[in-house]
């Protein structure tokens, strides 16, 4: 048996760059893994896990948590019926933890995009001037 901590490090631990990869060109992916960080989670009682596979101890992990889902969609700019979807897929691709956390290669990904964005943007603004 295992506690919620462990299972969730040994998740953490176990990320592959792989697993990015639907991000590369899906910006509403993009936003809701951004908007993923603000969420606001609710732990349920803690108790220990008894599965055995790794499936069984992922959704195990979600269901001892809650987060308000309208929430998560207006923060990630979709709309109300999308924002079930996006954070199963998230989900599905292991790209957000139930900590309100999000995968290290995402967070690394999605730091990379940004600064090319903002240097693209500052060499733009340098030759217009």
Do not use: H
Request: aromatic share 10%; with cysteine; hydrophobic share 45%.
């Amino acid at each position: 048996m295992a506690s919620f901590g462990e299972i969730l490090a040994s998740f953490q631990a176990g990320e592959v760059p792989e697993d990015i990869f639907p991000l590369l060109n899906d910006v509403p992916l993009c936003n809701a893994l951004v908007a993923w960080k603000s969420v606001s989670i609710t732990y349920k009682p803690m108790i220990e896990c008894d599965f055995e596979s790794e499936q069984e101890k992922w959704m195990w992990l979600w269901s001892r948590v809650e987060f308000d889902i309208s929430k998560f969609g207006i923060v990630a700019g979709c709309k109300a019926q999308e924002a079930s979807g996006l954070v199963q897929r998230l989900i599905g691709l292991r790209l957000i933890y139930p900590d309100a956390t999000i995968n290290a290669y995402a967070r690394q990904l999605l730091s990379q995009k940004i600064m090319a964005g903002l240097i693209s943007g500052k060499k733009k603004k340098m030759g217009s001037g």
